[in-house]
């Protein structure tokens, strides 16, 4: 097969608002053919917070607690779940254009990137592998996640890898539904995520992870990504849009109140040990936002705990049960003295509230 001829961009550290910025910039110059198929590397110097373009900020984001320590907050052009970002997250994008990949549909995209991705880490003697929707993970527990958007011709595809972990930062500045139980809540974090340093007892250097994961690319998508610069056009793009970027009008556009996503908080007990249920609905939709599990129970495989959250992200209250058992059915798994029936009643339990109308209106749901 012939080879095509790329670019690899190393824009080392920016900020969160230089980093949206070069996103759109550079999108947008793909799309009008002003810019190559591009490889691109960068760092954050100083933590930051990301939502998702269609995310709003008052619902994903501890904005008090950013604002109060200088935290910047920032949306991404691209969808996806907000991110907390320092010196620890390593971020990795493709500026592509559609026909060469073979792929229309986001979904296969994701799969043969993070695929990729996942064979340069295990360059680095991770066991990294490909998780769907779009994560990449070691031994269950995540560490890059990955989002995409198309404009026209033009992908851009990008992953944040952690070089480094730091939990207790990132449960101060997202909002997170486990909040209250911050011991615990720490405890499930780390063992759902973890990250270079964690796995390889040491942080590797950027141009070691950079080149590990350009050489997978490049024989991946069978291109070359020579060493390059950012174009006057692509940097003149980026400066214009940098004034749009810092706008409120740009960060808060999805801006939607804290009380419409409540926190409900629950406890079941069980012959198979107690069941703690986190959980925040989107009290517009009916739908589960976000759900965490924690407590003395014992299951196998351990990724169970994330997997069955996963599958019950933006899932409507009212599917909830069959939507546990679907999950089920299709998994796996040995639990002691736990039954599936056990994660329904302890998610309904959590629910009961909203279902019988008596903490906010969920609409199409209850009485």
């Known amino acids: ?38 490889l691109l590397f960068l760092e954050f110097a100083r933590p930051g917070a990301l939502v998702g373009f269609h995310q709003s900020i008052s619902q994903e984001i501890q904005v008090a607690y950013c604002r109060g320590h200088g ?18 997250v390593f971020g990795w994008e493709l500026y592509l254009d559609r026909a060469a990949l073979g792929r229309a549909d986001l979904g296969d995209v994701a799969k043969l990137l993070c695929t990729l991705a996942a064979e340069g880490l295990r360059e680095l003697g991770v066991p990294a592998c490909y998780r769907p929707r779009n994560d990449i993970e070691v031994d269950g527990r995540k560490i890059c996640g990955t989002g995409g958007v198309y404009d026209g011709d033009a992908l851009l595809y990008h992953g944040s890898l952690l070089l480094d972990f730091d939990v207790e930062r990132m449960l101060d500045v ?41 050489r997978a690319f490049s024989r991946g998508l069978h291109t070359d990504f020579a060493p390059g610069v950012l174009s006057q056009a692509e940097q003149a793009w980026r400066e214009r849009t940098r004034l ?7 960060i808060y556009q999805h801006d939607r109140p804290e009380t419409e996503t409540p926190v409900l908080e629950g406890l079941y007990r069980c012959a198979g040990g107690l069941l703690r249920t986190a959980l925040s609905v989107d009290a ?11 407590g003395d129970f014992f299951v196998h495989p351990k990724r169970l705990v994330a997997d069955l959250e996963a599958a019950l992200r933006d899932v409507a209250v009212a599917d909830v049960r069959l939507a546990i058992e679907r999950f089920f059915g299709q998994y796996p798994v040995e639990m002691l003295l736990l039954s599936r029936e056990d994660f329904c009643r302890a998610v309904e339990d959590t629910l009961a509230p909203i279902i019988g109308g008596t903490r906010v209106a969920v609409p199409g749901v209850g009485a």
Not at 11 to 30: F, H, K, N, Q
Not at 284 to 294: A, E, P, S, V
């Open 1 to 38: 097969m012939n080879r095509c001829a790329g670019r690899r961009l190393d824009l080392g550290v920016l900020s969160p608002e230089t980093y949206v910025a070069t996103d759109r910039a550079l999108l947008e110059c793909r799309e009008q053919g002003l810019a190559p198929d591009t």
């Open 71 to 88: 935290i910047p907050v920032q949306r991404r052009v691209t969808g996806g779940g907000a991110l907390y970002v320092d010196d620890g």
């Open 174 to 214: 997202l909002r997170i539904p486990a909040q209250k139980w911050r011991d615990k809540a720490i405890v499930a974090a780390r063992e759902r995520v973890t990250s270079l340093r964690s796995l390889l007892g040491t942080r590797p250097t950027a141009k070691a992870v950079s080149d590990a994961l350009a």
């Open 244 to 250: 749009e970027i810092a706008s409120d009008d740009w």
């Open 284 to 294: 517009r939709t009916g739908r589960i936002r976000q759900i965490w599990f924690t």
